[in-house]
């Protein structure tokens, strides 16, 4: 079956809360501590467009934007199934991204250092590394800023 595109229910953060990869939910904890469905309930408040993948009935990703003054911060977590459509979720941010950086001009988000699946999957998709938070968030762990801006 295909994979589907939804406004986010509580239905899906609620799925999504117990089925995220284990590296998102150590970034989430560190970066918002330890609730994680109130930290997707938040993202997607927050958003001023958020989406969740679905496929057969299963949220496997959630995405979306918030704006601030100097541009948008852009989030996405995921299942282990992301890993199962590698091609498509690169799709995914990349369009994603290129199709919001015209509305915002600036994108960025901070990313837990040891989170090198997304680090790498940022930087194909044309981010870049910046400043090293040392103490990032709710936690005591480094994040790094990744960022793309547009030309």
Do not use: C
């Not at 953060?13 to 590296?23: F, Q, T």
């Not at 408040?45 to 496997?60: H, R, T, Y």
């Not at 988000?109 to 910046?130: A, D, F, K």
Request: no cysteine; proline share 3%.
């Amino acid at each position: 079956m295909a994979i589907v595109f939804e406004s986010p229910t509580q239905e899906h953060l609620e799925k999504l809360s117990v089925n995220l990869r284990d590296v998102d939910k150590v970034e989430l904890t560190h970066s918002h501590g330890g609730d994680i469905l109130l930290t997707l309930q938040e993202s997607v408040e927050s958003s001023e467009v958020a989406l969740v993948a679905v496929k057969d009935g299963e949220p496997i990703t959630i995405f979306g934007i918030s704006r601030v003054p100097e541009g948008g911060v852009i989030w996405m977590v995921g299942t282990d199934e992301m890993y199962a459509h590698k091609r498509l979720i690169y799709l995914i941010g990349k369009t994603w991204s290129m199709s919001m950086l015209p509305h915002y001009g600036y994108l960025f988000n901070y990313v837990h250092l040891e989170n090198r699946v997304t680090l790498r999957w940022l930087e194909r998709i044309g981010y870049e590394r910046g400043e090293i938070v040392e103490n990032y968030g709710e936690g005591t762990e480094p994040f790094i800023r990744m960022s793309i801006k547009q030309d």
